[in-house]
């Protein structure tokens, strides 16, 4: 069998003959010309060679499903890849209870099965909060880990090819829960979720708590003109206020490692308002900060490393840790790209976030509105709706697989550009340039915008 992971995290285990069936099925669903081709069958017993040679095959095989927005999204790769999750993790169909926190430390306990998907999931939250249906897509439900100090740590959103029930019990952790909090970037599309009691609620609470957490930056007088607001209990008031600090709607990450401006930097990233902020401490101990829009990278990575040999780098003795990098190729001045690598445990959790933003980008460009983004029930069954099928996913497994359509669509603007071929890429993995994501909202510039 073959071990499928997200996140660094055992998803579920698979065969070889249960992949061809997967394969077999999209085939009669969507055609030859769309599905990408399979490793073929071998008569004889696969040398150790061999098998890893498929291991390989099989990888680039489902990210590569996984990247096609029209089969990535497909019921059939989903519900193979939830079936196989609660097969893999041996829990029954029965009725559970499922406590899913909210900003403010209140739990909502749902009744849901265990064989239930994120999306059901996240309509019983809905229900039993009185969140009117035209705002349930703006949340999501998110894996985090507790820390001790109360706050959280993200992990990932919940995504549609797994179980949310199973998801959170297989980690055998209390520290991992499931909380639910907005999932838009563009603060304007606050306004549509202040119009209702329970959105605007939520939205209040999550603003509450980003600020006690300091997520979003307070100085003293804005302190003061938030308390009063609070004990006025002016909602509306208090989100306008928050909405104009610093950080407001980013998600804050734990303190990790960049290679920007040099190597080891310890930095702290955020994401948020189209781009990625730093909080770098320099070897000399001072503090820089700076941020990458989003709009300028032209493509990222995440890739994963399993070291050789448990040295004190390992957080547990005798465990190996899953080193995770997220890579991103940046255009620093009109002619010059550049590599910047961040080291994090939450590198899928980051490339997430950049997938969605551009994904966000992508559907105000083109007219649409993200109410269309979100999936609709059509006698019972899930469809998603037609804007979504322009909107890739983010990766599957460990790295990216973009190697059925070209790495990006550049701009015009771009023709300044000397694009080193992205197989020669200065970052610390060689990886070829099928292990992309590429970027569709990507911008050239020129100095003047500099």
């Known amino acids: 069998a073959y071990n499928i992971h997200v996140n660094g995290v055992l998803h579920c285990r698979v065969r070889y003959s249960q992949l061809l069936g997967l394969h077999e099925q999209l085939r009669k669903e969507y055609g030859a010309n769309v599905v990408p081709a399979f490793p073929p069958k071998k008569i004889f017993t696969l040398t150790p060679a061999e098998v890893e040679q498929r291991r390989e095959q099989l990888e680039k095989y489902m990210q590569a499903v996984r990247q096609d927005p029209t089969l990535g999204g497909s019921e059939t790769f989903n519900s193979f890849l939830r079936k196989a999750q609660q097969e893999t993790q041996q829990i029954p169909t029965e009725e559970v209870v499922l406590e899913v926190l909210l900003s403010n430390g209140q739990k909502v306990k749902v009744t849901i099965l265990t064989s239930d998907q994120t999306e059901d999931v996240l309509e019983a939250v809905a229900s039993k909060l009185d969140l009117p249906d035209d705002l349930v897509g703006y949340f999501s439900l998110f894996l985090v880990r507790e820390t001790k100090d109360g706050a959280f740590s993200f992990v990932r959103k919940l995504q549609e090819f797994e179980l949310p029930y199973v998801s959170v019990t297989s980690l055998h952790n209390p520290e991992f829960r499931i909380i639910?909090?907005?999932?838009?970037?563009?603060?304007?599309?606050?306004?549509?979720?202040?119009?209702?009691?329970?959105?605007?609620?939520?939205?209040?609470?999550?603003?509450?708590?980003?600020?006690?957490?300091?997520?979003?930056?307070?100085?003293?007088?804005?302190?003061?003109?938030?308390?009063?607001?609070?004990?006025?209990?002016?909602?509306?008031?208090?989100?306008?206020?928050?909405?104009?600090?610093?950080?407001?709607?980013?998600?804050?990450?734990?303190?990790?490692?960049?290679?920007?401006?040099?190597k080891g930097c310890h930095v702290v990233v955020s994401a948020g308002n189209n781009e990625l902020n730093f909080q770098v401490r320099l070897p000399n101990e001072q503090i820089k900060e700076g941020s990458f829009k989003v709009t300028r990278m032209r493509c990222w990575r995440v890739t994963s490393s399993v070291p050789m040999s448990n040295g004190p780098s390992g957080s547990s003795p005798g465990k190996s840790e899953v080193k995770l990098e997220l890579a991103f190729e940046y255009l620093m001045s009109k002619d010059r790209l550049q590599w910047v690598t961040i080291t994090s445990p939450q590198a899928i959790m980051l490339s997430i976030c950049l997938q969605s933003m551009v994904d966000e980008l992508m559907v105000k460009k083109s007219g649409g509105s993200i109410r269309k983004m979100f999936r609709r029930r059509v006698n019972g069954a899930l469809r998603r709706s037609d804007s979504q099928q322009a909107v890739k996913s983010p990766p599957l497994l460990d790295s990216p697989d973009a190697s059925r359509e070209p790495v990006a669509k550049l701009s015009s603007k771009l023709t300044s550009v000397s694009l080193r071929g992205i197989s020669h890429s200065s970052s610390a993995n060689d990886v070829g340039a099928n292990d992309f994501h590429g970027n569709y909202a990507f911008e050239g510039i020129g100095d003047e915008d500099l």
């Open 180 to 262: 639910l909090r907005k999932s838009y970037w563009d603060s304007s599309y606050d306004d549509d979720v202040m119009e209702h009691r329970v959105g605007l609620n939520l939205l209040y609470a999550q603003t509450v708590s980003d600020i006690e957490h300091g997520w979003i930056l307070v100085n003293k007088e804005q302190h003061r003109q938030l308390k009063s607001l609070q004990e006025k209990v002016s909602k509306k008031e208090f989100i306008r206020l928050a909405q104009t600090l610093k950080y407001y709607g980013y998600l804050k990450f734990d303190p990790c490692v960049t290679d920007f401006p040099e």
